[in-house]
């Protein structure tokens, strides 16, 4: 086939129109070559081209006659010397790492690997076995879109409401979506799934893995599959399993298709993005894409022994953020996704692996200055799971402006304090206010992403409902997932009939609701939350593709109950600027300047003292949201203020009076929330400062009290 020299960038295959560009970044290859293949048989290599161009280590050359829907691959030759972190080897087809689309899953064959299975020596033998038949292709696309006048919304970080769902389990189930796009990016993009987030007031939707992924061997020989999505092969291209379209160039239009119908609703959309490790594993591990264009460019390996690989992330390997080629990799996979894709913000998986300079994790490094200084990337939503599985690897309130962070601190609190353990209400006055003790004031509470429940764990109805995990289904002796399920049952163990223990868990799941939605931060929901999705228990449901984590859509009448709770507690959020500042709202440091907006109190109506606050027996408190002193201004620059706000909290195992606040001349208080009835409903009418409110056992209200001049 004619080949011209093209370009060395950008890197991946790019039709302009009359043909392809192809560049590839290897550094230490010998040569390289092209490997064209057919939709028609796609196992069967139809041309190979050798790329003889090579500019600062790119391998590139550019066909006039290659189009969109073209399949293709790499063979790249080099040294095969494990020791020394090499492992080259021409006889496996690589799937390109910049590639923007898929055709075909990885099919486990011992060719796959780049040494002999059941060799003596392991990974330092060498297998000369073609690879191509199983393993996925490239494929050059046709990028166009018609985004017309689709608006990006742009909704400031600290009022956000973000919904955790999973593209298969939201829509698998949902009787009104057509079948053929249950489970699909199209089937996502559905009227009657958006106007349900629309209902809850969601602003951003946040999805579980979409990038190309692999389901690992031993979960197939088990029955499984990787359900969540945290195995990459392929970082620029949406994954097959979830497109409606069969044609590739199509299922990328799909995708995009999504994303606009959210922003058309005014909702964004965030990627759960998995950078820390690929589905290569360690050392005796496949070769399908990056070990075998250049070992040593994109993974961190032992400074004693290359053949090893360091390992923070408990998955086999981690990319070598060391090497300019790698941090390239993933910032130009970050603003592909933000400028093609129109992504509005990243959920980073183990996000201290990214800034680990050599070993350890720093807030200065040169990742999270590349990010901040990028045009692109430093103005989207950033927000870190501030762990990983490496040395000092717990990292929560460390991250830099303008990153937010998920805060497990929050989740652990208020499951012991509202399962009644002692000593909590401490901590708890601090996870309400946004943690201002484990984040900075200059990054402020949005810095904080509150959940109570996300997709590594249990759901909100089995937090209530089971004491010990239940992962019998997948076939790991009830040994994985988390040791501590931090959940508790209000009653008997697991589901059950009995009307006054599911009248005591459903209050339960409002409480946390309600601690959820009224806290300073960023709330985040798990799909599934607003209406009881129980997993039977399991907390690492991580490989279950089936009803047990779709969404249920067939609702019981408490279902829809607990439904219309969670719009309400919505719109009061949304509605009341003191329960989404921009400023923590309690003093920091003892800086005088800063105006104390929030009052603690006891159940007499006091405000809460020194002793109060280390009483281990002590369960009941609220808090006064002060919406007068708010420190916030809209974007005319006007004060924001607002009505005053009292939360009372009860985790108490009786009804306590709880004796309102009183300032001659202002209103009277009145009840808007109650988690004792099952849509929050209130019975009492307004009351006056001074007068009592009876707080029910394990119970939260709410009351307002108008704002005045």
């Not at 790019?14 to 230490?28: A, K, L």
């Not at 990028?143 to 389990?169: C, M, N, Q, T």
């Not at 239009?253 to 959309?269: C, S």
């Not at 706000?645 to 300032?663: C, H, I, S, T, Y």
Request: one cysteine or more; glycine letters at 8%.
């Amino acid at each position: 086939m004619k080949t011209q020299p093209g370009n060395y960038g950008p890197q991946g295959a790019h039709w302009d129109g009359r043909g392809t560009n192809f560049s590839i970044y290897s550094e230490c290859a010998t040569e390289v070559d092209l490997c064209l293949f057919s939709q028609d048989d796609p196992a069967q290599e139809t041309e190979r081209i050798p790329l003889i161009e090579r500019t600062f280590y790119h391998w590139h050359a550019y066909l006039p006659d290659i189009h969109p829907g073209q399949l293709y691959g790499y063979r790249v030759k080099g040294p095969y010397a494990p020791e020394k972190g090499h492992r080259f080897n021409e006889h496996k087809l690589l799937v390109d790492p910049y590639t923007r689309a898929l055709h075909g899953e990885i099919q486990w064959n011992d060719a796959v690997f780049g040494y002999r299975i059941g060799d003596e020596q392991e990974d330092l033998s060498f297998d000369d076995r073609d690879s191509a038949p199983f393993v996925p292709k490239g494929v050059v696309i046709d990028e166009s879109f018609d985004w017309g006048d689709e608006p990006r919304p742009a909704r400031p970080l600290e009022k956000s409401l973000i919904y955790e769902l999973h593209v298969k389990g939201m829509t698998q189930l949902h009787p009104e979506i057509p079948e053929e796009q249950r489970g699909t990016y199209a089937g996502l993009a559905s009227p009657m799934i958006i106007e349900h987030l629309q209902s809850l007031g969601v602003t951003a939707i946040e999805l579980l893995p979409v990038q190309s992924f692999v389901d690992p061997q031993r979960l197939l020989d088990l029955g499984l599959v990787n359900y969540w999505g945290y195995d990459p092969i392929a970082f620029f291209a949406p994954a097959n399993r979830y497109a409606a379209a069969q044609d590739p160039n199509e299922r990328v239009r799909e995708f995009k298709g999504m994303v606009k119908a959210y922003h058309q609703a005014g909702i964004e959309v965030l990627m759960d993005v998995c950078y820390g490790h690929t589905c290569e594993g360690n050392q005796q591990g496949p070769t399908i894409s990056f070990r075998g264009v250049d070992n040593l460019t994109y993974y961190r390996l032992s400074g004693e022994n290359k053949r090893y690989y360091l390992d923070s992330s408990s998955q086999g390997n981690v990319p070598n953020m060391m090497h300019g080629q790698t941090m390239r990799m993933i910032l130009d996979s970050l603003r592909y996704w933000a400028n093609e894709m129109h992504i509005d913000g990243f959920r980073f998986d183990m996000a201290p692996i990214l800034a680990r300079e050599p070993d350890e994790y720093d807030r200065l490094s040169a990742f999270f200055r590349a990010i901040y200084q990028d045009p692109v990337l430093s103005r989207l939503k950033l927000i870190a799971e501030p762990w990983d599985a490496g040395n000092e690897g717990y990292q929560v309130g460390k991250f830099p402006p303008p990153w937010a962070e998920w805060n497990e601190a929050y989740r652990n609190t208020s499951r012991k304090f509202w399962r009644g353990d002692e000593g909590q209400i401490a901590d708890m006055s601090g996870r309400l206010m946004a943690s201002s003790d484990l984040f900075q004031a200059q990054r402020g509470p949005y810095a904080s992403i509150n959940f109570v429940s996300i997709h590594d764990g249990l759901t909100l109805h089995d937090i209530v409902s089971y004491n010990d995990k239940h992962n019998e289904a997948n076939h790991e002796d009830n040994k994985d997932g988390p040791a501590k399920t931090n959940s508790w049952n209000c009653g008997a163990e697991g589901e059950t009939d009995n009307p006054e223990i599911l009248d005591l868990r459903e209050q339960q799941k409002r409480n946390l609701l309600t601690t959820l939605f009224l806290s300073q931060g960023v709330p985040m929901i798990q799909m599934g939350d607003e209406l009881g999705r129980s997993q039977q228990g399991n907390n690492n449901a991580y490989c279950q593709d089936s009803e047990l984590t779709w969404m249920p859509w067939d609702l019981s009448d408490r279902q829809w109950d607990l439904v219309q709770f969670v719009q309400k507690l919505s719109k009061l959020m949304h509605e009341h600027a003191v329960f989404q500042s921009r400023e923590f709202l309690t003093l920091a440091g003892g800086e005088e300047s800063v105006i104390e907006t929030v009052a603690w109190l006891r159940p007499d109506g006091k405000p809460m003292e020194d002793h109060d606050w280390s009483n281990s027996h002590a369960r009941c408190f609220g808090f006064l949201l002060l919406g007068n002193k708010l420190q916030d201004r809209d974007p005319q620059g006007n004060p924001c203020h607002d009505d005053d706000m009292l939360v009372l909290m009860n985790a108490w195992q009786e009804a306590v009076p709880f004796r309102l606040p009183k300032d001659p001349g202002k209103p009277n208080w009145s009840p808007l929330i109650d988690t004792v009835h099952p849509r929050g409903e209130v019975e009492t009418q307004n009351l006056a400062g001074g007068e009592t409110y009876e707080l029910a056992a394990r119970s939260a209200a709410v009351l307002l009290r108008r704002k005045t001049d």
